[in-house]
């Protein structure tokens, strides 16, 4: 990686500058880049649990999605814990049934 300063052509930032690279890891610097600029570094993308129905004793009779929004910091333990989540709205207290998809 290389980094310029286009105003003077100065490297403000070097390594492994010689190495080859796939384009598709430097075309995620300028997306990075303009999600910065356009959103602002305290920016956050979101995940919603969005429900269509009715809650009645703690269970959903009706629909429960989960909207997802890009969030790069969901992974994989954050996922289970979300699935699990999912699993006890849609089952209910004491596993419960509610009903929708």
């Known amino acids: 990686m290389h980094v310029l300063d286009l105003s ?3 490297t ?3 390594f492994e500058a010689d ?3 796939i384009v598709a890891s430097n075309n995620k610097l300028f997306t990075s ?11 956050l993308l979101e995940t919603a649990l969005l429900a269509r129905g009715s809650v009645a004793d703690g269970v ?15 992974q ?7 699935a ?6 849609r089952a209910g207290p004491c596993g419960r049934r509610g009903s929708g998809a």
């Open 8 to 10: 003077t052509g100065g």
């Open 12 to 14: 403000v930032y070097a």
């Open 19 to 21: 190495r080859p690279r």
């Open 33 to 43: 880049s303009a999600a910065l600029v356009r959103l602002g570094p305290g920016y």
């Open 60 to 74: 959903l009779d009706g629909d429960l999605a989960v909207v997802g929004g890009g969030d790069p910091h969901l």
């Open 76 to 82: 994989a333990p954050h996922r289970r814990r979300l």
């Open 84 to 89: 699990g989540t999912v699993a006890c709205l």
